[in-house]
Each structure stands twice: as structure tokens, then as C-alpha cells.
């Protein structure tokens, strides 16, 4: 490439890598975090769990596929999981700015600057990820020139207020009516719920959802720290007083476990791939997920009528929770995962299995 401009990555630490850029040139600050897949960039730079952050692709080789065009299939875009990049910034081994796919429409340096994202390639992603894991989880800015925009910790900002939908929208005309609380919802959580035959009334994080009807209630995925959404939580509370069956994944785990009287915590590490093994409670049946999460829930301050549902294999903490007498679960991996893995899609099915009264 010509005329190559560069910018340095600067971690909280002290370490500095240099890259070249190959989206927009802008200074930005975030938690730096990694994802592990090979394939799925458009669906990962999308996600509304990554707002915030600095994302680092340890595959070497992005962006050879471009990026497609955002078709609507029942009201939501195929390939990408929100309306627009929810990532502060990409960080690379290797881009490719020749792409070559049937359904490419850009390429992904052309997409990163539509959406004002910068991007850097040339920087060394094992090592930075070997820092990462060591380390922990760590603040990090994109300094282009002169332009020092300081560190600045994405989770201490109400994350979800910023990636959640700000009106009701309905998709589908289902049997079943599922009332989704938006927290930063993947696209792909409501295609798997439109092609189970069922409504989906989305609204927003914060909305009061009491006078609404339906018959099962979902709580989204979302970014950052569970404890900044206070009105989901207290709705949620009160929802809890209900019999009505409720789902969650990922935030809507760590709400869920909030709403129930128990206590999260932050991560050191935060588990961000797409090969995390879990274990469901009282069984050998292991999956292998997909997560992006920096908080987890104490499994050791759930009350006396919940009881943890997974497990992670890796590191023992918590991957989910369900009432022990009521239709009432979550998981903080994503049975939805796109571009996979699919282990735990059937989950979908066994919620609205309750919410059917089906055996």
C-alpha cells in the first residue's frame, strides 16, 4: 500500500506496539480484549458486547472475505449481529485489502471507515494477546500524531444505555410472544426466536414492560458492567415475583443474578473466544461456546432457591444459573454464536418449551 500512515497502540502498562493504519484516523481510547475465531469479523465487529473496546484478532489473516451488504431478511440484516460497528477500534496481524468473496460488497478497511473505526495492521497479536492474558484485562489508546485522547475505562460508563434500542419494535408473527429487554441484542438471538414461530416485541434496557403481554421474557447480551443497569434490574425484580418463564445470555445472566439477590464481580481476564468448554451441572454433557464477557456472577451468593446451571472447564467460574422450582434460567455464553459454535442452540428450543407448557 501507498502512502502508509502510522499510529501507535499504547497499553496501560507502558508497552507500545506501531502499526499501519487501514481505517479511519482517529485517536480512540478502550479496554483492549481478543477474539479467537478464524471467520466471522463482520458478526464480531458488530456485536454490541464489544462497545468500548479495542478488539485484537489473533487469526493473522483478516479482511480476505470483504465485507457482504446488509440485506433485511424479517427486519434484521443478514450477516451482521447490530446496525453498526460497535467496536472503538481492530487491531490485526495481517489485512488483506484484495478480498474475494460471492457476497462482498467492500472491503473491510473501506467498512471500518464509514463507521469512523480506526484499524491497525503490522502489529505483533501473539505477543500482544501473551500481555493481555498475563496481565489481565487492560486500558489501552489508538495515538495517531499528536492527538493523545488518554485512557478511559469503558466500564465505568453505562455501556448499554448507548447500544440498546430506543423504541418498542415487533418482528414476526408468531404463536408465541417473546418480550426481549434489549441490553445490546445480537441479531442472531432474534433470528433464532423468529424461526421457532414466535413474536418478538423488542424494547429498550430501562423500559417498564409490566403493562406489556406476552408469554416468555428474555433478557439480551449486552456490554460492560451488569451493576450500571439499575432499571433492568428492578424490573426484573419484579418480574421475578411472577410465574412466568424467563431466559437470559450473557448480561442477562449477570441481571438475572442481580435481580435475584446475588453479586458479580469483574473478571481478571474476561472470556472473549470462541472455543470456551462448559460443563452443565450434574451431568457430563460438555459444550464448547462462544463468549465475550468481562464480569461473571458469585456463584457463592446465589439464594437458596437457584443453583448454578454451567460451569466453565477452564477456570471453574460461572456460566449460568436457573431457579430450582420455576421456569426461570441464563447463560453467559451464546447459544446463538455466529459464526459459531452451535453446541448449545438447543436451548432455545427448551425455553420455549416452557413458555409452551410443553413437556
Not at 168 to 187: A, E, M
Request: proline share 5%; with cysteine; hydrophobic share 35%.
Amino acid at each position: 500500500m501507498t502512502d502508509e500512515i502510522t499510529a501507535k497502540l499504547i497499553l496501560e502498562d507502558g508497552t507500545v506496539f506501531e502499526g499501519i493504519s487501514f481505517g479511519r484516523e482517529t485517536s480512540v481510547a478502550g479496554e483492549v480484549v481478543f477474539n479467537t475465531s478464524m471467520t466471522g469479523y463482520p458478526e464480531s465487529l458488530t456485536d454490541p458486547s464489544y462497545a468500548g473496546q479495542i478488539l485484537v484478532a489473533t487469526y493473522p489473516l483478516i479482511g480476505n472475505y470483504g465485507v457482504p451488504e446488509a440485506v433485511l431478511s424479517d427486519g434484521v440484516p443478514d450477516y451482521f449481529e447490530s446496525e453498526r460497528i460497535q467496536v472503538t477500534a481492530l487491531i490485526v496481524s495481517d489485512y488483506s485489502a484484495e478480498y474475494s468473496h460471492w457476497s462482498a460488497k467492500l472491503s473491510l478497511g473501506d467498512w471500518l471507515e464509514e463507521n469512523h473505526i480506526p484499524g491497525l495492521y503490522g502489529i505483533d497479536t501473539r505477543e500482544l494477546t501473551k500481555i493481555i492474558r498475563e496481565k489481565g484485562a487492560m486500558m489501552g489508546k489508538i495515538v495517531f500524531g499528536n492527538h493523545d485522547p488518554g485512557f478511559h475505562d469503558p466500564n465505568l460508563d453505562n455501556l448499554v444505555a448507548g447500544v440498546s434500542t430506543d423504541k418498542v419494535i415487533t418482528y414476526g408473527n408468531g404463536s408465541t410472544r417473546i418480550l426481549l429487554v434489549d441490553c445490546g441484542v445480537k441479531y442472531n438471538i432474534i433470528r433464532h426466536f423468529l424461526k421457532r414461530d414466535t413474536t418478538v416485541i423488542r424494547v429498550p434496557w430501562d423500559y417498564d414492560y409490566s403493562s406489556e403481554k406476552y408469554d416468555g421474557l428474555f433478557i439480551s447480551n449486552g456490554p460492560g458492567d451488569p451493576k450500571m443497569c439499575e432499571a433492568t434490574i428492578n424490573h426484573l425484580t419484579e418480574s421475578l415475583k411472577q410465574d412466568i418463564p424467563i431466559f437470559g445470555i450473557c448480561l442477562g445472566n449477570q441481571l438475572l443474578a442481580l435481580a435475584s439477590g446475588a453479586d458479580t464481580y469483574k473478571l481478571k481476564y474476561g472470556h472473549r473466544s470462541h472455543n470456551q468448554p462448559v460443563l452443565q451441572c450434574g451431568t457430563n454433557k460438555a459444550f464448547v461456546t462462544s463468549q465475550n464477557h468481562g464480569f461473571a456472577i458469585d456463584t457463592n451468593s446465589l439464594g437458596s432457591d437457584w443453583e448454578p446451571f454451567f460451569i466453565n472447564l477452564n477456570d471453574g467460574t460461572n456460566e449460568g444459573i436457573r431457579h430450582k422450582s420455576r421456569p426461570v434460567f441464563s447463560v453467559q455464553f451464546h447459544p446463538e454464536a455466529s459464526s459459531g459454535p452451535t453446541d448449545s442452540e438447543y436451548l432455545f428450543d427448551e425455553f420455549l418449551k416452557m413458555v409452551r407448557g410443553e413437556d
